[in-house]
């Protein structure tokens, strides 16, 4: 479906689109529709009903900007918000966080497929590159489970070990020594509750931080647990973590297999895990590739830098055994 709004006053296209055009980048998200503008129209093509609530969307920020100088942030957000939950609908595939104007919808396929077999699945493991939501969407899932309490707890699980390089002796209680390795599923969490709410949820226990190594001999019920980072688990770890799954649980082990961080050319427990679990009952394997990839535009173009010298390198080093051998 394809629908084509006038742009009231096109001297104000900056305020109405945003700085860099994050206005239109943050509709395009919420509703997975395509906008493209031109002149004095915004285009706006994809399922019909996405469509219809961001034309609903613009409408509503040309109406404010006849009375302001410009877009907040904090508007934008509840205009989305209360579009994608008109009528009691909500956004196709949007999953219900606490914040209300947090609007978190897999975008593509490849998120759709992840997101689905989640929800299908006690175990969904999943490998892709960096920016393709493999972090971010699972504690979303998470916390939509939990808000609809059917699970009692979430527990985030990474392994404690350094990107290339030694950090030596953190100081403080161990909450604090794993604080910069959970980082990035802190704030995901940030973006779906308040601080007050996540503060209240760690303190109690209903959001439980875990290093790797501290899960042995633990049975997790009525929970989700994600292991992010796992190609920085080791084959013996992967074990002891998939066999902490408890009734009434699931768990979701992301990671990206070409980033390793293991010493001495030590085999990745996650790596091992999906070529072992590929087609069990009960186990989803997803794989997100470069398309998927949702952070700026530029990750997409670094990753596939970086695949080309890889694949370059590879040839180069079979060429000169080539050459060796003869």
């Given at each position: 479906?394809?629908?084509?709004?006038?742009?009231?006053?096109?001297?104000?296209?900056?305020?109405?689109?945003?700085?860099?055009?994050?206005?239109?980048?943050?509709?395009?998200?919420?509703?997975?529709?395509?906008?493209?503008?031109?002149?004095?129209?915004?285009?706006?093509?994809?399922?019909?009903?996405?469509?219809?609530?961001?034309?609903?969307?613009?409408?509503?920020?040309?109406?404010?900007?006849?009375?302001?100088?410009?877009?907040?942030?904090?508007?934008?957000?509840?205009?989305?918000?209360e579009s994608a939950l008109e009528n009691g609908d909500g956004v196709?595939?949007?999953?219900?966080?606490?914040?209300?104007?947090?609007?978190?919808?897999?975008?593509?396929?490849?998120?759709?497929?992840?997101?689905?077999?989640?929800?299908?699945?006690?175990?969904?493991?999943?490998?892709?590159?960096?920016?393709?939501?493999?972090?971010?969407?699972?504690?979303?899932?998470?916390?939509?489970?939990?808000?609809?309490?059917?699970?009692?707890?979430?527990?985030?699980?990474?392994?404690?070990?350094?990107?290339?390089?030694?950090?030596?002796?953190?100081?403080?209680?161990?909450?604090?020594?794993?604080?910069?390795?959970?980082?990035?599923?802190?704030?995901?969490?940030?973006?779906?509750?308040?601080?007050?709410?996540?503060?209240?949820?760690?303190?109690?226990?209903?959001?439980?931080?875990?290093?790797?190594?501290?899960?042995?001999?633990?049975?997790?019920?009525?929970?989700?647990?994600?292991?992010?980072?796992?190609?920085?688990?080791?084959?013996?770890?992967?074990?002891?973590?998939?066999?902490?799954?408890?009734?009434?649980s699931k768990m979701i082990v992301t990671g990206d297999d070409s980033?390793?961080?293991?010493?001495?050319?030590?085999?990745?427990?996650?790596?091992?895990?999906?070529?072992?679990?590929?087609?069990?009952?009960?186990?989803?394997?997803?794989?997100?590739?470069?398309?998927?990839?949702?952070?700026?535009?530029?990750?997409?173009?670094?990753?596939?830098?970086?695949?080309?010298?890889?694949?370059?390198?590879?040839?180069?080093?079979?060429?000169?055994?080539?050459?060796?051998?003869?």
């Open positions: 479906m394809d629908i084509t709004i006038p742009i009231e006053d096109p001297a104000r296209r900056g305020a109405l689109f945003g700085t860099t055009d994050r206005n239109l980048r943050l509709i395009r998200a919420a509703f997975d529709v395509r906008i493209s503008a031109r002149d004095t129209k915004v285009h706006i093509s994809g399922p019909p009903d996405g469509v219809h609530r961001a034309a609903r969307v613009f409408e509503e920020l040309q109406r404010s900007l006849r009375s302001r100088p410009d877009i907040p942030d904090s508007l934008l957000q509840d205009l989305i918000s196709e595939g949007a999953l219900d966080v606490f914040l209300p104007s947090a609007v978190v919808v897999p975008r593509g396929e490849g998120q759709r497929q992840y997101v689905d077999a989640i929800y299908r699945h006690d175990l969904t493991c999943c490998v892709g590159p960096a920016g393709t939501g493999k972090t971010y969407l699972a504690v979303a899932v998470a916390v939509s489970m939990l808000k609809q309490h059917r699970i009692q707890r979430i527990v985030l699980v990474r392994p404690a070990v350094e990107a290339g390089e030694k950090l030596g002796y953190l100081p403080g209680d161990m909450q604090a020594k794993v604080n910069p390795y959970l980082r990035p599923l802190f704030d995901a969490m940030h973006d779906m509750m308040t601080f007050d709410q996540f503060k209240r949820f760690v303190q109690t226990d209903v959001v439980e931080v875990v290093p790797l190594a501290f899960m042995r001999g633990r049975t997790l019920n009525n929970s989700v647990i994600i292991l992010d980072e796992a190609q920085n688990a080791t084959i013996g770890q992967m074990l002891m973590f998939l066999t902490r799954l408890g009734h009434h980033q390793s961080d293991l010493r001495n050319g030590e085999e990745s427990g996650f790596v091992d895990a999906v070529r072992r679990l590929q087609g069990i009952e009960g186990v989803a394997v997803v794989r997100l590739t470069k398309s998927d990839i949702v952070r700026h535009p530029l990750v997409q173009r670094v990753v596939e830098a970086y695949e080309r010298g890889l694949e370059s390198s590879d040839n180069h080093n079979a060429e000169r055994a080539t050459t060796e051998s003869t």
